[in-house]
């Protein structure tokens, strides 16, 4: 069985500038479904409730595969 985790956060914009929020990390998607549910009903969270993310990761392996850049290197 391959370990996976899921990763629930929370984005929007706010100025022209990307607001994140790392909700929590767990072991099943359902137990992150049951709080982004629970977050939605928060104030600043229920202002923006679509703006939430779960997404499902392999343990022990890179989601890096190549290098990056940054602006003031292109």
């Not at 009903?41 to 939430?52: I, R, Y």
């Amino acid at each position: 069985m391959i370990p996976y985790v899921y990763i629930v956060e929370h984005s929007y914009e706010n100025d022209d500038c990307e607001e994140a929020k790392l909700i929590g990390v767990f072991s099943t998607k359902e137990k992150a479904e049951q709080i982004v549910k629970q977050y939605k009903k928060l104030p600043g969270f229920k202002d923006f409730p679509d703006n939430f993310y779960i997404n499902k990761y392999e343990l022990d392996v890179s989601e890096w595969k190549e290098g990056f850049t940054t602006k003031s290197a292109i």
